[in-house]
């Protein structure tokens, strides 16, 4: 990461279709590239949290925002990221006013069942070359 100018990065699951369609949805909003992604999977995952104490899941349940040298987990990682896209989409950081454990119970339930609700793929995501940029 550029320390001169860090930039947001999500770390998603690489092999979830969910996560992926969850990449895409925040590329087609987020017009000047402020966030970046890498699959939680990746060695750049694993070198971007290993400084900050932290190491990925082998099975990740968590959508995991570093920003400002600090990690964001679940449903306030979502939230934190929403905040920084185009359009209506910041509004629902306000659902940062329902407690953080209320939240985590929904967004659980989607981790734990996004699987067998949405598929897995069978590796993780490539990057077209346009996108390659966005990703660590």
Same mark, same amino acid.
Request: charged share 25%.
């Given at each position: 990461?550029? =320390?001169?100018?860090?930039?947001?990065?999500?770390?998603?699951?690489?092999?979830?279709?969910?996560?992926?369609?969850?990449?895409?949805?925040? $590329?087609? %909003?987020?017009?000047?590239?402020? $966030?970046?992604?890498?699959?939680?999977?990746? +060695?750049? #995952?694993? #070198?971007?949290?290993?400084?900050?104490?932290?190491?990925? +899941?082998?099975?990740?349940?968590?959508?995991?925002? @570093?920003?400002?040298?600090? @990690? /964001? +987990?679940?449903?306030?990682?979502?939230?934190?990221? @929403?905040?920084?896209?185009?359009? =209506?989409?910041?509004?629902? /950081?306000?659902?940062?006013?329902?407690? %953080?454990?209320?939240?985590?119970?929904?967004?659980?339930?989607?981790?734990?069942?996004? /699987?067998?609700?949405?598929?897995?793929?069978?590796?993780?995501?490539?990057?077209?070359?346009?996108?390659?940029?966005?990703?660590?």
């Amino acid at each position: 990461m550029d =320390a001169a100018n860090p930039k947001p990065v999500v770390l998603f699951d690489g092999v979830c279709n969910l996560c992926n369609g969850a990449v895409n949805f925040i $590329i087609d %909003r987020d017009p000047g590239a402020h $966030i970046r992604f890498a699959a939680l999977q990746s +060695e750049q #995952a694993a #070198a971007l949290l290993a400084p900050l104490g932290r190491v990925p +899941e082998m099975d990740p349940q968590s959508f995991i925002l @570093v920003e400002d040298g600090r @990690v /964001y +987990e679940r449903s306030t990682a979502a939230l934190r990221v @929403v905040r920084r896209l185009s359009g =209506a989409w910041k509004l629902l /950081y306000a659902f940062m006013l329902v407690p %953080r454990p209320l939240r985590d119970v929904v967004y659980g339930l989607i981790a734990r069942n996004r /699987y067998r609700l949405f598929g897995k793929a069978e590796a993780c995501r490539m990057p077209t070359p346009e996108l390659r940029a966005r990703f660590l």
